[in-house]
């Protein structure tokens, strides 16, 4: 029920978005509620709903603070993803033959695209890790060909662009798809 109520008051502050996260923590007999999201407001209005979300939920601390990059990334992959073949997901799913893959890299700003036979590169200088995501970055894998991959890097990257106003450049692994 609290939950709904933050909401209903979080869009009547004209604060909503599809990539809105919600923490709810009770430690020590004290509740908290974390609000991410992907925009940034100034600080005295910040200040402001907290301080009207804390009147009207009373005995609750609340804080707004933006969403960090990675958690945005993996909202969008969570809600755009089909088959839910990212990260550690990945070992969950059935990929096999030839696929193409994204390495979404949010340290260095790109998205790079690979090839992949089942859930192995093409190449072993594609995939250094043995981890689906890192503190660095998150695999995608599974799309049918090069340009639904490029179509799906294109369009996350508008939404980066929309809420963070981060250019992320879009790359294709010249080792791997030098036969394509």
Known sequence: MIMKELIKILKQFGIYSEYLKILDVELDGDRYITILIPTTLNWIEEEEIEEILEEMLK??????SRLPLN????????KNVKNK????NIENVKIEGENYALYIDWKNKKIVI??????NPIKESCKLSSNWETMWGIWVLGFESKEKAKEFAENLADEIY???????????????????
């Open 85 to 88: 073949a990212y990260g550690e």
């Open 59 to 64: 005995n609750v601390r609340v804080k707004i």
């Open 114 to 119: 690979h090839k992949f036979n089942g859930k």
């Open 162 to 180: 929309k809420y963070y106003e981060i250019d992320f450049d879009i790359e294709e692994h010249k080792r791997c798809l030098e036969d394509n």
């Open 71 to 78: 958690k945005f990334i993996k909202i969008y992959l969570e």
